[in-house]
């Protein structure tokens, strides 16, 4: 008589067997994302218009303009996330260098007088959390930098002890250890005498705002925030948040219908301490895909300023799919 097996016999191999099927879709996960890592790669370019939200490839400039080749300090996989400010008739680029034996997040520099040929000085910080988005700005004299960095679980700010090479951290203006605490792209402005900052929940998909009186803080949370909520293509902040002819403009990664695929501008109508109100720019996305392989599989920043003849240029970056570039060599 064939004799029945115990529950507990029966209970471990089932065990044993979802362990294996779970171990096995782990492995086929992992190479899957190994390999699109390491065919979709970052760099940085140069656009140009007539307004920040009418933009192409800048004329005479040879796109991309940095690559993670240019890094000679680390072993760099992607170079993202440009941000520029304007110093001693210098064009000064800040930016995420992805340092691939860490898998983690430094801030890049490089520097040009022309725009069309940039020298790479070095990695100008770097921490024990991730850093990418380093939003640089000027107030009463002193150069500051908003980087994000998450995973430090606040958004930081640091201010340039001796520019541009060093940088010592300020103070944190939002700090926050849940989840959905909104930390990422953390975009500032100065409007009307108050501060904004803009900042992203990812879990959410919500477009959070802040405001305080002082850069320092103490800061709070808009009565209007979330701003923008549930959503994967408007609420992700893609850039510096820039003025132009009365009008404040900020601009949103899509995430949709992948991460980092264009970029959207929004007219901001009312900003005050009590009240938002915003409205899309007609036209489509801002940047997004092309033809051109640095490019082929997406972009997701603007770093939009105004020149001196009125025309605008921006720092943007674009995505590559090495995999797409080799199907389609032409």
Not at 54 to 70: F, K
Not at 214 to 226: A, M, R, V
Request: proline letters at 7%; aromatic letters at 12%.
């Amino acid at each position: 008589m064939q004799q029945l097996m115990s529950p507990a016999i029966a209970s471990t191999i089932l065990f044993g067997l979802a362990l294996a099927i779970f171990t096995r879709h782990r492995l086929i996960r992992n190479r899957a994302k190994k390999l699109r890592r390491n065919s979709e790669l970052w760099s940085i370019g140069l656009y140009e218009g007539p307004d920040p939200v009418t933009l192409a490839p800048a004329i005479g400039i040879t796109n991309p303009i940095l690559t993670a080749r240019d890094v000679t300090d680390a072993e760099a996989r992607f170079v993202a996330d440009p941000f520029m400010i304007m110093r001693d008739g210098q064009f000064h680029l800040f930016f995420e260098v992805l340092n691939d034996r860490r898998n983690t997040g430094e801030i890049g520099y490089a520097r040009s007088r022309d725009l069309k040929s940039w020298e790479y000085v070095g990695i100008v910080l770097k921490e024990r959390f991730h850093l990418s988005y380093p939003y640089v700005f000027e107030h009463e004299g002193e150069i500051y930098m908003i980087p994000e960095c998450a995973k430090s679980n606040a958004v930081r700010l640091y201010r340039a002890s001796s520019f541009p090479s060093r940088w010592e951290y300020v103070t944190s203006l939002i700090s926050g250890k849940k989840r959905h605490s909104p930390l990422l792209d953390p975009s500032i402005v100065r409007h009307n005498g108050h501060w904004y900052l803009f900042s992203y929940a990812r879990k959410l998909n919500n477009l959070h705002l802040f405001t305080s009186a002082d850069l320092k803080g103490p800061w709070k949370e808009h009565p209007e925030s979330p701003v923008v909520e549930a959503s994967q293509s408007f609420a992700r902040p893609g850039g510096r948040v820039v003025d132009h002819d009365g009008s404040i403009y900020r601009y949103a990664q899509d995430g949709l219908p992948r991460y980092g695929s264009k970029a959207w501008a929004f007219r901001i109508t009312e900003l005050t301490p009590e009240s938002y109100r915003e409205e899309p720019c007609p036209g489509g996305p801002v940047i997004s895909e092309g033809s051109d392989p640095w490019r082929n599989a997406g972009m997701h920043t603007v770093d939009a300023h105004r020149m001196e003849n009125g025309r605008w240029i921006a720092f943007v970056d674009g995505l590559e799919d090495t995999q797409l570039t080799l199907r389609n060599p032409g």
